[in-house]
Nanobody, 128 residues
Framework: VQLVESGGDLVQAGGSLKLSCTGS????????IGWWRQAPGKAREAVSC????????WYADDVKGRFVISRDNAKNMVYLQMNSLDPEDAGVYYC??????????????????????WGQGTQVTVSS
C-alpha cells in the first residue's frame, strides 16, 4: 500500500490550496481515504474523510464549510480543496487509508489512522 500526497505550498491567509492524494497497491475504489494534519508542537488532528461505499464525507468542525473532499476513482485520486485558509490550518497534511469502507465519520478516520497506512505528508504554510 502506498499513498502519496502533493499540492502543499505557501499561501496567504484567505487563499486556497488543493491537495491531492494518490494511492497504489490496494483496491483504491473500494477503500475510504482520509486526511490528518499536524502543526509543529501540536497534536495530530483529524481533518476529513470520504467513504468509497456511499460517497459520504466527514469534516472536522473547524474546516466545515471551507474544505471539500472529493475522489476520482478512475485516477486513484482523492482531493482536499481548502478555501479561506487561516494560519491555524498550517501543518503537514497526511492522507490515510485502512483499506476498508463504511459511512464517513470521525471514528472511521480514527480507525484509518490507528490501523491503516499513511502517506509521507505535504507541507501547507499559511502566512498572515
Amino acid at each position: 500500500v502506498q499513498l502519496v500526497e502533493s499540492g502543499g505550498d505557501l499561501v496567504q491567509a484567505g487563499g486556497s490550496l488543493k491537495l491531492s492524494c494518490t494511492g497504489s497497491g490496494f483496491s483504491f475504489a473500494s477503500s475510504d481515504i482520509g486526511w490528518w494534519r499536524q502543526a509543529p508542537g501540536k497534536a495530530r488532528e483529524a481533518v476529513s474523510c470520504i467513504s468509497s461505499s456511499d460517497g459520504s464525507t466527514w469534516y472536522a468542525d473547524d474546516v466545515k464549510g471551507r474544505f471539500v473532499i472529493s475522489r476520482d476513482n478512475a485516477k486513484n485520486m482523492v482531493y482536499l480543496q481548502m478555501n479561506s485558509l487561516d494560519p491555524e490550518d498550517a501543518g503537514v497534511y497526511y492522507c490515510v487509508t485502512d483499506v476498508q469502507t463504511r459511512p464517513a465519520s470521525r471514528r472511521a478516520l480514527q480507525h484509518m489512522a490507528a490501523m491503516g497506512y499513511w502517506g509521507q505528508g505535504t507541507q501547507v504554510t499559511v502566512s498572515s
